[in-house]
């Protein structure tokens, strides 16, 4: 189908942009890579009446590790990420995740900005900001805000970002490069929606137990989530195949999942247990290696 | 889609039916109804406007109440849709009483089709879920304000 | 009257100068306005990648992108491949390893193997797959499009090109 007619700006920097935002109010959405937004569109089943364009703005893309941690602007393309050589080094679990994003076509396009503030359950980024610690920096005519991830996601494509509201940053603090770490995904054929999606860090103190441990699932609810209960047992313990089976276990069990088409609830809890195993095998692979 | 739960009022059955069965307190409670209009004896047409994030629609439905049985049970059955799908289903509402507090228990089964139900497969019942839920914690609000005046 | 716009783009090396309304993607653009339907639509949702193209060297889903966006693009479409009616050696090796069937999501694969093989010129079978990840194919079950796209690599570098 063809999308609703609507009118279109393209402001050239960042307060030109919320002054079209706060001047629209609700029916105006902003577009950036364009590839969740305009299926939406083409499908009818989203239909602002205006779009603000923020391509022209470059001033909202890079990526810059700054001291503690990594700052990328909102309008950098998950295939910058997926290439970029800091990222690769000091943030690999980020390189691993973003690679795993849709297609190629989707990863050119496709922006970290707009993959956050989308908010889609299953979504990769989503998932691992929640791993991560990260946050993201928001600007409105009240001016900037800093928006924990834990706070961040409420719902289903639905943020604690106001409507009048732009995501400027996302910013990751530092990992420690003895960190372990994974992210796995099940999807029906390569490149799908996540089925249910984990990312873990994880660290080891020299006595052998895990002092840091982050286990972020998606694709089980309204919103990606920590697994809290697992990384809480895990904490202070010797980390081997009983730990991790039970730590794998609870945060099964913590999971409520929903039924819909593609798996049902069962199954989905079946998988956390399988993928969380699996995602801190891994991790703890790393960490020694 | 099935789709079952129950939800506990802090207030008396009698009044609990009552408040069921007054079109102007559903208008008020049901998420994003624009208007709710008695079309005949225990026949509602109702026009409601959903929207998470950019996905908004609007949707028209015709709902009937049958099989009414004061003030514990009745069923709902209803139709309705918009340019993105369509809804066609039934609920079975059961109100039980628990000392001076009312147990309302609802079954339902429906078929969505169109667009929503192809595309926004994997949130349907999460959002069926929240926007009951949102029903409920509504209708609750009205009833604690009645019981308040 | 339904609101225009002024775009300025370049399509296989031809510059346009037209007008169109802020709805119209830039897919419906390349076949209608500027009439290359070597583009085709087959999802017009940005699930099957027939629709690809390359823009400003990158592929894209052309369903996935309002033609008003793309002022001042340089755009490549599978009309564009050949050159003084010599085929290029993509296509070359699509025809001689049959690499399709129906045709229908051709164009788009093309447009994917070509910028495929800009970025990574001697691509691991593996390399490819993911190259095309983007692109379904119902008739071929992918196999020959792998070939196809695996000695058009070698014809590339024996062309030096």
């Known amino acids: 189908m063809k999308p609703f007619s609507f009118e279109y700006f393209k402001p050239n920097n960042i307060d030109e942009a919320i002054s079209l935002l706060n001047g629209y109010g609700e029916d105006a959405v902003i577009l950036a890579g364009g590839q969740s937004l305009i299926p939406l569109m083409n499908l009818r089943l989203a239909r602002p009446k205006y779009i603000i364009d923020i391509n022209k703005i470059a001033e909202l893309s890079y990526i810059k590790d700054t001291n503690g941690g990594l700052s990328i602007g909102a309008l950098t393309r998950h295939r910058e990420i997926e290439k970029s050589d800091i990222i690769k080094s000091k943030y690999p ?41 990260g946050k993201v920096k928001v600007v409105g005519n009240q001016g ?12 289903y494509l639905t943020t604690s970002m106001e409507k009048t509201e732009i995501l400027r940053e996302v910013y990751i603090p530092e990992i420690s490069p003895k960190m372990g770490w994974e992210f796995v995904e099940l999807t029906k054929r390569s490149h799908d929606f996540a089925i249910v999606s984990v990312a873990v860090l994880m660290s080891i103190d020299n006595a052998g137990k895990c002092n840091d441990v982050r286990i972020s699932l998606g694709g089980v609810g309204s919103m990606p989530v920590r697994a809290k209960g697992a990384e809480e047992f895990l904490l202070d313990k010797a980390i081997n195949d009983d730990s991790i089976n039970e730590a794998a276990n609870i945060a099964s069990e913590e999971a409520e999942p929903e039924s819909d088409i593609h ?13 969380v195993n699996r995602g801190l095998i891994s991790a703890l692979d790393r960490v020694r290696g | 889609m099935n789709f079952d739960g129950n939800f506990k009022f802090n207030a008396p059955r009698e009044k609990v039916w009552k408040f069921f069965m ?24 109702a026009i409601v406007k959903i929207g998470i994030s950019v996905v908004k629609g609007e949707y028209s439905g015709k709902v009937e109440l049958k099989d ?14 918009g340019l993105s799908g369509f809804v066609k289903g039934e609920v079975t509402m059961d109100l039980e009483e628990e000392s001076d507090k009312t147990i309302v228990k609802w079954k339902s089964v429906a078929q969505i089709g169109g667009l929503i139900a192809g595309v926004g497969q994997r949130m349907l019942s999460g959002v069926a879920k929240i926007l009951t839920n949102q029903f409920f914690k509504d209708m609750e609000k009205e009833l604690t304000k009645e019981e308040s005046l | 009257m339904v609101k225009k716009y002024a775009i300025n783009l370049t399509v296989n090396g031809i510059n346009y100068e037209k007008e169109v309304e802020a709805r119209k993607l830039l897919v419906d653009f390349i076949r209608e306005d500027i009439g290359l339907t ?9 699930q099957c990648g027939a629709c690809t193209v390359v823009f400003n060297g990158k592929s894209l889903k052309s369903c996935l992108m309002f033609a008003v966006q793309a002022d001042g693009a340089e755009i490549l479409t599978v009309e564009g491949l050949a050159k003084d009616e010599k085929l290029h050696p993509i296509q070359e090796a699509f025809w001689e390893n049959h690499g399709l069937q129906c045709g229908y999501c051709t164009p788009g694969v093309l447009m994917s193997s070509y910028v495929l093989l800009k970025e990574n010129p001697q691509p691991s079978e593996e390399d490819i797959r993911e190259g095309i990840s983007g692109n379904i194919c119902r008739c071929t079950g992918y196999v020959n499009i792998v070939k196809a796209i695996k000695e058009a690599s070698k014809k590339i570098e024996g062309a030096g090109i």
């Open chain 2, 22 to 45: 007054n079109p102007d307190m559903l208008a008020k409670c049901l998420p994003g109804c624009e208007k709710l209009e008695a079309k005949g004896e225990n026949s509602y047409e």
């Open chain 1, 93 to 133: 679990i980020l390189s691993k995740t973003v690679s795993l994003i849709g297609n190629p076509q989707i990863r050119n396009w496709g922006t970290i900005g707009g993959s956050i503030s989308h908010a889609d359950p299953a979504g990769e980024l989503p998932t691992l900001l929640l791993a991560l610690n």
């Open chain 1, 263 to 275: 798996a049902s609830a069962k199954y989905r809890k079946e998988m956390v247990k399988v993928f």
């Open chain 3, 38 to 46: 070597g583009t085709h639509i087959g999802c017009e949702h940005g």
């Open chain 2, 68 to 81: 009414i049985v004061t003030p514990s049970h009745y069923r709902l059955v209803g139709e309705g849709g």
């Open chain 1, 144 to 155: 900037e805000r800093e928006i924990d991830g834990d706070d961040l996601f409420l719902g």
